[in-house]
């Protein structure tokens, strides 16, 4: 069973479309970051949040952390190609040694 | 340049044959961990380690051991290989588990 369920698992838009991305637990988390995954290549951050309803910007990039901090969300503006990937959450516990990684979304923007 | 290397990259080895995919990082990082990766599965953490000679199971650990004899080295074990642990594999170092992971390029086995 996984701690954090992302969704959609797959999602293929065309350049200039919005999109929304969601992590999910029943679990309560102390911070959660996103990473970006290339083919090929591994993961690398793109954000952490770490208060209850925090929102951060990267650009075309809005992340928000839930109130109860238990999920988040990822909403891309205008997408383009480069932003072509596999988008994943990941969550620490509070008194937990290890994070916990979602099943990922893997994101296609079409030219 | 602040990097997590691993070695190999790509490996192919029959059921049973011992081997070792070596992790190093350069950043000084107290934090190192394993994952592996499957379609569906997201990642999966296999051991880590907060610092030198403490290690921790992660969510999958069967099969597989770690050592952390030195700070900058993590090197993953497995000593029995079978088909089931065919899988994309990444190291990744952090100041600390909250902290952002730098991840390795990763080592896909195939194990017949």
Redesign the interface.
């Known amino acids: 069973t ?1 701690l ?1 369920e ?1 969704s959609p ?1 797959f999602l293929s838009i065309q350049e200039g479309e919005n999109l929304t991305v969601y992590c999910n637990s029943s679990s309560v988390f ?2 959660l ?1 996103w ?1 970006r995954q290339e083919p ?6 793109l954000v ?1 949040v770490v208060t209850g309803g925090e929102v951060k910007k990267l650009k075309r990039l809005t992340f928000q952390f839930g109130d109860a901090r238990k999920d988040s969300s990822l909403h891309i503006t205008a997408a383009q190609p480069g932003d072509t990937g596999l988008y ?1 959450c ?1 969550g ?1 516990k509070a008194g ?9 979304t893997r994101l296609t923007v079409i030219p | 340049e602040a990097q997590v290397t691993q070695n190999p990259r790509y490996l192919i080895t029959v059921t049973g044959k011992k081997l070792t995919v070596t992790c190093s990082q350069n950043m000084n990082h107290e934090y190192m961990s394993w994952y592996r990766q499957d379609p569906g599965l997201g990642l999966r953490q296999i051991y880590y380690s907060m610092n030198v000679e403490v290690t921790d199971k992660g969510d999958v650990p069967e099969g597989y051991k770690v050592s952390r004899k030195e700070k900058r080295n993590f090197p993953l074990i497995l000593e029995s290989p079978s088909p089931n642990q065919t899988s994309l594999y990444f190291c990744a170092s952090s100041e600390d588990r909250v902290y952002e992971q730098f991840f390795g390029p990763g080592t896909r086995l195939t194990v017949l």
């Open positions: 996984q954090l992302q698992q102390s911070s970051q990473y090929g290549e591994g993961p690398v951050l952490t994943l990941a620490a937990a040694n290890n994070l916990f990684f979602g099943t990922g």
